[in-house]
């Protein structure tokens, strides 16, 4: 595995700490660590930070000049590629797909929508079901039309050259955890558009590195998601040059937790984000971490971790908070 051979705009923080949860561990009764990729910068950081990094390598190299992306209304990914825009001097047009169907002013207007806009990012919207990959062929074309050179980049910077981005967040795992003499049982981390599940599975499985990968669902139900995840993990491994190392059992989802829906918080989720909050001080998001930590607490309450050391990858997203300031203020206690 040789990530340098891929183009590459460094953006991140790198590397983020890997550290360990004293209260939230004790409070579940399990061994638990964080990889802060919360902490990667760029726009207060995220997952989609080390995807973007290989994604914009790839816009430079074609000499594009737009960034042209899509995400739900209170996207990460969407703030993050405006940001990423901003700071490598591109243009950036964005579409919303008002997924959740929330009018909330906050939902609609605050948090990562606000960024958009300071970011200088052009904003589309569209109605909950518009069918997306459209939508950006359709801003790619008036794009040209004018004369400009568009990089189409998918929902969530989910594609192969996108998960080049966990590739090496696994590399850094393995890299940190033999440092501090720490063995991994298991890492856990919320799984949607699939490019981060994917490219841990597919970075760890092409170090030799053994360590298996939970992502706990927010959108999609399991065999849906686990299939997505496996297609790009193994795409991800052919780009690498080591198309056989994902096999189909590497790539396990627990989707048990969606609950009412995509970005539709419940009391599970709002008590997984103050749990968080006010045993180890850390701030999660309501649409992914909170749901993905809603669901570790379950299986951590059901015994399911007994005797492992489970490392969960926080992949960011609290500058979504605000977008839910309402459902927060009547479920918070
Ligand atoms: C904060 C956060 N966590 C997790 C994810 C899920 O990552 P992926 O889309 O790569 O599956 C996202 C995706 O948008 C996100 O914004």
Redesign the pocket.
């Known amino acids: 595995m040789h990530l340098a051979r891929f183009p590459r705009l460094r953006l991140a923080h790198l590397p983020t700490p890997l550290e360990p949860l004293p209260r939230l561990s004790e409070a579940l009764g399990i061994d638990l660590w964080i990889k802060r990729d919360d902490c990667t910068g760029l726009a207060g950081g ?3 930070t080390r ?1 973007l990094e290989f994604l914009l390598g790839d816009a430079f190299e074609q000499d594009a000049d737009t960034l042209v992306t899509q ?1 739900a209304v209170q ?3 969407v703030r993050q590629t405006a940001a990423a825009a901003a700071a490598a001097g591109l243009k950036c047009e964005v579409i919303l797909e008002g997924r959740t169907g929330s009018k909330a002013v906050d939902y609609v207007h605050n948090g990562n929508v606000l960024m958009d806009r300071l970011f200088g990012a052009v904003i589309r919207s569209v109605p909950g079901g518009s069918d997306m990959p459209a939508e950006l062929e359709k801003t790619a074309a008036e794009i040209r039309a004018r004369g400009g050179k568009p990089y189409v980049i998918p929902g ?3 594609n192969a050259i996108g998960a080049l981005g966990y590739v090496d967040c696994a590399r850094e795992i393995v890299v940190q955890a033999d440092e501090l003499d720490l063995a991994i049982d298991l890492i856990v ?9 994917a490219g841990l599975v597919a970075g760890l499985a092409v170090l030799g590195a053994d360590i298996p990968v939970l992502g706990i669902g ?1 959108r999609a139900p399991k065999d849906r998601q686990e299939a997505n995840v496996l297609k790009l993990a193994k795409e991800t491994a052919a780009l690498l040059g080591h198309p056989d190392r994902v096999k189909d059992e590497m790539v396990v989802a627990n989707c048990d937790y969606v609950g009412a829906g995509y970005g539709l918080i419940d009391q599970a989720v709002v008590d997984a984000l103050v749990l968080a909050a006010r045993t180890d001080a850390i701030l999660l ?1 309501p ?3 909170g749901k993905a930590m809603k669901g570790l607490i379950a299986l951590a309450r059901a015994g399911t971790f007994e005797g492992q050391r489970v490392v969960f990858l926080h ?3 609290a500058q979504g908070l605000a977008g839910y300031q309402g459902e927060l203020d009547s479920m918070l206690a």
Do not use: I, P, Q, R
């Open positions: 995220g997952n989609k995807k995400g996207s990460n990914h969530g910077g989910s981390t919320a799984t949607g558009s699939a490019g981060t599940h927010v998001d649409v992914y971490t992949t960011g997203g």
